[in-house]
Every structure is written in C-alpha cells, then in structure tokens.
C-alpha cells in the first residue's frame, strides 16, 4: 500500500462530519492501474479518477492526481489544471472525484506518469496511467479487405453474367414466367423474311425455313411464326398481306446469306421491315446469318447499320435428318432475342 505524504497535499483534510459515518477500504473504481490512455498532439484532454471513500461523509477524505510524483498542482500550473468533488452516491457511499485537464498535450506528457491518490482514515491506494499517441487513422485493413471482396464479387458476377446472360435470361423465363395473355395487339411472335430462291431447286435456307425453324420456335418452344407463303392466302394483294402480318409481328427475323449480297433490290417485305425497324423504330430485328458473309461491306446499308448495332447470331450446326436441339447455343441465342412467351390461365390448368 502506498503511503503519501500529507505535508504536500492542502486538501487532504477536510471538515469531520456531524453525522455518524464508517469508513471502508478505499477503492478506486476508475481509472485502472497501468492504464494507457491515447491523446492527439496539441489538443485538450482530461483524465477523470472517482473512488469509493466509505459511509456518508469522510472526517478525511482525499482524491487528488499526482503528476511525475509530485502534486498536480505544482507540475505545471498554467498548462494542468485540477478539479475535485466529494459527493454521497446510493446509499450513502461517499465518493471523490478529481478530474485533472491538460490543455495542450506535448511531448513530454507522454513520458509522464499521472497518478491518481485517494485517501481515507484507513489508509490510501494509488492507480497510475499513462499517455500514449493516437496512431493516425488510416483506411481499415478489414475495410479495405472487404472492399476488395465486395469488388472481385462484381467483377466476376459481371463475367459470369456476360458469359452465361443468355442462359440466365431464358432460365429467368423459364421460372418466372406469368400466366397471362398477351394485350399488344399482335399475333405473331415473328415475321421471317429469307432470300427466296427464283429456281425450282429448294434450298437449305428454305427447308430451314419451312422445317426446321417451325419445329424448333413453333413446336418445341410455343412461338407463333408468319413465314410468307404459308401463312398468306391464294388471292390476297402482296403488299397489303405482307404489310398488315409485319405489323402484327413483335420481331422481325431476317436470314443473311450471300444470295442478299448479289441481289440488287430489296424484296418488298424486307423493305417494308427494315422500314418498321429503322423508321418506325417499332419492331426489333434478329438477324440470322446463316452462311459465312466475310466482309459486310456489300450489304445494304440498313442492314450493316443494324449489324454495327446488334450483331447476329451465326448458324455454325451442320443440318441434319435429325430435329434439332432447343437447347444448342444457336436456338438459345435465337430464344433470347425473341420476346417472352406467357402462359394461358386454361394451359396452366391442363394436367
């Protein structure tokens, strides 16, 4: 127990109390001993010390900081500044309480001890504490850390997007896919238009349009088609057939082959089209490219504009007897750009 001297404190007595009171051990409650204490150069900072000094009001009664050992009063008088409470709690514990001010921290302080001294007629007890610079705040290493994480998540849920978006949207379609009836005032998901063949000989670009799209988009995947020459009827005026079906088309699916390079006028429903699409601006095109084009230098200069813009999706299957898969990267890229299909309420209902 440390034992100070009383000579070089003037409060260390205070006035004896009337009323009945007992003492008890004193006890610091704060500070704790060996406490470091964090301070800024150059600012302001108070260090508080309350003990517990016994029952009602103490015939002596001391709670005082002490500063290199010497009392805070004589260790630096313009710059350390002391004050002391006495003050009865619950129950009428007594307590003392000194708050000691520093009113510009420097240097030296932070090789000084400051100790706190409480006193009562059973004896004293001492905590000591020091200062220490505040390290500067710097970016937080788990901040950064998280920060990192957070940046690699979007980066690589942004590759994976652009490389698997195609097969997110359709399983998004798939799942989510409302049971509703379509109110745009169309009737058909797609109008096609395809180079037709002025020779008798039928070729690829037309059995892939008369079998193997109907099967996949009409068949397999629930689309409506407009394909010219099935669906119009004996009798009908040309332009006015192809006109009305291309306005009720939500898109416009248009084959490029070589055949387009070498024709020199537009069919009439690839003009109306390219009109709705680039005019109008009211029907999206999907541009199929169904052989190697090379350069699209000698295309007409609506479609390379809207190939600058969209690009196509380019058939690279080999044709053969069997079906093909709605699932091969072609027909998913070719589902992709076409508009949702919605379920009836009755479909929904069946089995």
């Not at 504490?129 to 970016?139: A, D, M, N, Q």
């Not at 990192?148 to 949207?169: E, N």
């Not at 006015?240 to 069919?267: D, G, M, P, V, Y």
Request: hydrophobic fraction near 40%.
């Amino acid at each position: 127990m440390y034992f100070h001297d009383f000579l070089i404190h003037p409060s260390f007595f205070s006035l004896i109390s009337k009323a009945k009171h007992s003492s008890l051990p004193v006890q610091i409650l704060f500070p704790k001993d060996d406490d470091v204490v964090e301070v800024e150069l150059g600012a302001a900072f108070s260090l508080k010390c309350q003990a517990r000094l016994g029952i009602r009001k103490q015939p002596i009664a001391v709670v005082t900081w002490d500063v290199n050992q010497m009392p805070a009063e004589y260790a630096d008088e313009g710059k350390i500044h002391q004050e002391i409470n006495y003050f009865e709690g619950q129950h009428q514990e007594y307590y003392g309480e000194a708050i000691l001010t520093i009113s510009n921290i420097e240097h030296t302080d932070l090789q000084s001890s400051f100790s706190c001294v409480a006193m009562n007629e059973m004896g004293n007890t001492m905590t000591t504490v020091t200062l220490r610079l505040k390290e500067k705040s710097g970016p937080n290493v788990l901040m950064i850390a998280g920060f990192l994480v957070l940046l690699m998540s979007v980066a690589v849920s942004v590759v994976l997007y652009q490389s698997f978006r195609v097969d997110i949207v359709l399983l998004y379609r798939d799942l989510f896919q409302a049971y509703s009836v379509k109110d745009d005032g169309k009737i058909y998901d797609a109008y096609v238009i395809y180079p037709r063949s002025h020779t008798s000989e039928a070729t690829f670009v037309e059995y892939f349009v008369y079998q193997i799209m109907p099967d996949i988009l009409e068949n397999k995947c629930g689309y409506t088609l407009c394909i010219y020459g099935r669906d119009t009827y004996p009798g009908e005026d040309k332009a006015n057939a192809i006109e009305k079906r291309i306005q009720k088309s939500r898109r416009l699916i248009i084959l490029l082959t070589q055949q387009l390079i070498n024709c020199q006028e537009l069919n009439y429903d690839q003009h109306i089209a390219l009109y709705n699409a680039l005019i109008q601006n009211d029907t999206k095109v999907i541009l199929l490219e169904m052989e190697k084009m090379g350069t699209y230098e000698n295309l007409q200069e609506s479609l390379r504009y809207i190939i600058k813009r969209q690009g196509t999706v380019k058939w690279k299957e080999q044709h053969t007897v069997h079906p093909q898969s709605s699932n091969s990267k072609f027909w998913k890229h070719v589902r992709y750009h076409m508009p949702v299909t919605f379920k009836s309420s009755d479909s929904a209902n069946v089995g």
